[in-house]
């Protein structure tokens, strides 16, 4: 993966979709870059384009009347260009065609000029280029580089019948207004600190732009100096303003480049991340959750591990080629050897500014401006940061294993030891609840002998113990939903970054569900509960979905022996709308608490979090499977769980006599259907009466619920 690899974006096969991603953003590029344009094109009208002997000499009309051309179509090519990111989706396109004619106009503009009256006039002896000259090839170079990227965008992003909805293409529309607006309010305090520094300390306007440009960088070579008290005065205003700036500029530019690296790195890592886990799947036959995650920690270490030297070496890659072209620019423009070229690129990449060695002619002036506004963030921002969080990430990595070679913090695979499996979980539940209601006869025996009317009593039990469980595993369904969002929603919320748009809509839609619950419970207090209200302020969050066999506390079994009543349908709304209630109120005391505020879920919380989350979700497939009342492969299947080899033979066993028990249901039926006389049905109807007439009472209801799944 290109992600992994620094050499996989090189990859023919992925150059059609980097193309497409450069016409995308390349009118954002080319918003950042157009303004500096109108920088070089002020010097190259008001700056002399000769000199002979050292002396400035006046310019051609003819040049003078080009140069105001240039700079007249770059100012309105920038206004377009900055109409295209905030006029409304049915014009944008007209605005930047528009603003692609004026860049061609203006490039072929300067062009003709730089090539007419500057390679083609005065190349006798004595004559040498000025300040104007370079500034107008570095106008040019610009506004070819931003014609060239809006005439891309142009060929392949502006359909008309397309348009632009994806979400590259809508951030692009968003942020690139305020990218241009960002940077014309930079360069505009450039432009007039040069002026008024030029005009005070005596210096030409492009002399004000590289000491604003040096200043503004924090370079500071110290070859200009303000030595007046005036310029000494404004100073301190301009290098604030400046430098603030050129500080939100540069973090919308790495941000924004930064979180595009960040998607391709994940979509990267996903796809490697699941070709691995095919290869490990052939090798594991038998699913483990322990191996499972010894796997998933050692996999993750090792893409951290690519993704860092990945990142290091694209950093160094990009270091080096930056570094090498600054050198041999300088070298030619001011004639210093190759190694004093390279001293004085990284002195100033690194914003160390000696002054030692510093531009001092008119080409070297003119790129070093555009060159230090690039290469200074690029370094700083990309460079530096990498290896920063290369070192920063060691340091860590070593820090934590010296707390685990002292038992203070266990750093290593080994936190999984205490983990359970997700059918471990299954098993306890089953087992809890078979436990909890066991009697003395089981529905599923039956014999071959004659029924008489003592067994059809218990029959007709038993098909009432039969209604109570499926209405008390709708119960504990219920209850098994809500401690899964409770948990969810906890980890969420504690998880995402505190006041983002995701955590307030989940902070937002609990307060909506706890008035609700208010409202409701005031409409129909009903009556007051003591025990059911005690109860539930008992249910500590901690352990609401806590499956312990050793606890009699959270055992059911020890409780619903001492019950003799059971919750009819719809018996316990009320009782279900105080305790949401009443969960949803403490949760909201405990939001409220500065150290829950604070400190709200450590490593340790967050892994007791997920346990609870896990055992409710376990409990909601098993009490789900149990009320469907799944057997065997459907059973496993639905509580997502493989089948154990002693289940397996089971299963078989019961598959093969599944015809003989068939038979012999059908002919005890048939019997039971024919002694069943005129009293016995009277008898039937009046115990359905009975229980359709309401028996339970709210204390009643609450016990049943509490027995189901307690709540501790």
Known sequence: MSSLNPLGYFRLEDWPNHIHDLATISPLIGGVLAPLSVLYDIPALSEKWYTLDGVPQADFKASLILSSLSLSLTILANALLVYRFSSVATRWRVSMRLSVVLWAMKVGVSLANVIMFGALKRNSQGWHYGEGFWCAVMSTIIGGIVFVLLLLHWAIEMDESRVPKTTLQQTVRVTGRHFMLQTTLYVATVAIMALAFSQIEEWSYLQGVYYSTVTLLTVGFGDFEPTKTSTRIILFPFALIGIAQLGSILGMIVSFFTSRAARRKAKSRALWERQRQIEEDEIQKSPDLLEEIDFLVKLNQRQDLDDQFSELGLSIVGFLVFWMIGACIFKATEGWSFPTAMYFCYVFFLSIGYGDYSPSSSAGRVVFIIYALIAVPVMASFAVTAIQGTVTRFSEWRLEQRKASVGIENAGP???????????????????????????????????????????????????????????????????????????????????????????????????????????????????????????????????????????????????????????????????????????????????????????????????????????????????????????????????????????????????????????????????????????????MAERQADEEPQTTPEEAHHSVSLIFPLP
């Open 414 to 684: 080994e936190d999984s030891s205490d983990v359970v499996s997700h059918s471990e979980y299954v098993e306890r539940y089953h087992q809890r609840w078979t436990s909890s209601r066991q009697s003395p006869s089981d529905p599923e025996q039956a014999t071959s002998e004659e029924l008489n009317e003592e067994e059809q009593q218990q029959r007709r039990k038993r098909d009432v113990d039969v209604r109570e469980e499926e209405e008390a595993l709708t119960v504990a369904l219920i209850e098994h939903a809500l401690a899964l969002e409770r948990h969810a929603r906890r980890l969420l919320e504690t998880h995402l970054p505190n006041g983002s748009k995701a955590q307030i809509v989940l902070k937002a839609d609990r307060n909506i569900q706890l008035r609700h619950l208010q409202l409701m419970h005031s409409k129909n207090p009903g009556q007051p509960d003591e025990e059911a209200t005690g109860s539930a302020d008992d249910h500590d969050h901690e352990s609401e979905t806590a499956i312990d066999d050793d606890d009699p506390e959270h055992n059911p079994s020890e409780k619903r022996r001492s019950q003799q009543h059971r919750p009819r349908q719809g018996k316990s709304s009320d009782f279900m709308v105080r305790f949401q209630l009443q969960q949803l109120e403490r949760d909201d005391d405990a939001g409220d608490d500065p150290d829950w505020i604070s400190h709200p879920l450590d490593d340790a919380g967050t892994m007791q979090e997920i346990r609870r989350y896990r055992e409710a979700f376990a409990a909601f497939l098993a009490a789900g499977s149990r009320l469907r009342r799944l057997e065997g492969a459907e059973k496993y299947k639905a509580e997502r769980r493989l089948m154990r080899a002693d289940d397996e033979v089971e299963v078989g066993v019961r598959d093969r006599c599944s015809g003989t028990s068939n038979d012999v249901r059908g002919q005890q039926e048939i019997k039971s259907e024919a002694q069943l006389g005129k009293e016995e049905v009277d008898q039937e």
